[in-house]
């Protein structure tokens, strides 16, 4: 299967090419997105590779989705739907660009995702990590129905939220 584009009112998601590079390393090379992302910044190298990966592992072994997140042609952020042993299902993970932010682009990324992971992919729940202190995208992932199901407690100490959404009209959650 390979990844599809997906697309919202205002963003398109489709599969990175290798012109993304540039685009993808200011992404993760900026501390104000990669302090969130992993285990937080990496080397240039790291990063380079990593993109690299996307390219020889992901898509050649076809193992999960990846996207560039883009609006109007012009590369704004990195999405994905992926198996993780954290959350024991599928994960989503985005990245907006800071030029991005605060336009309503990350809730529309994160519903793609979501979508996706339920209509596409057949999943009945969808889960997110998410660093404790990365208030804006817990708010995020509450407001279009993700619920705390535990803390993680990472090596170097930090704690990792993982919450999880289920499948139907009002996220599968108790009234």
């Avoid at 390979?2 to 489709?14: K, Y």
């Avoid at 952020?77 to 990245?95: L, N």
């Avoid at 979501?114 to 998410?130: I, P, Q, R, S």
């Avoid at 129905?145 to 803390?151: C, E, L, P, Q």
Wanted: no cysteine.
């Amino acid at each position: 299967m390979r990844t599809p584009v997906l697309r919202t009112a205002r963003l398109r998601l489709d599969p990175y090419t290798p012109a993304d590079e540039d685009a993808f390393m200011a992404l993760f090379q900026d501390v104000r997105v990669s302090r969130w992302m992993g285990d937080g910044p990496a080397t240039e190298a790291a990063d380079r590779a990593l993109f690299g990966r996307i390219f020889t592992k992901v898509y050649a072994q076809e193992l999960f989705d990846v996207w560039a997140v883009r609006q109007g042609g012009r590369p704004v952020g990195h999405a994905e739907i992926k198996p993780s042993r954290d959350a024991e299902g599928h994960e989503i993970v985005y990245a907006l660009a800071p030029g991005a932010w605060g336009q309503g682009f990350g809730t529309e990324v994160a519903q793609a995702l979501v979508a996706h992971g339920f209509d596409t992919l057949g999943l009945t729940e969808v889960h997110a990590t998410v660093a404790a202190g990365n208030e804006a995208s817990l708010a995020l992932l509450r407001r279009i129905g993700f619920r705390h199901v535990r803390d993680l407690t990472e090596e170097d100490g930090s704690t990792t939220v993982l919450l999880t959404r289920r499948a139907g009209p009002d996220g599968g959650q108790p009234r």
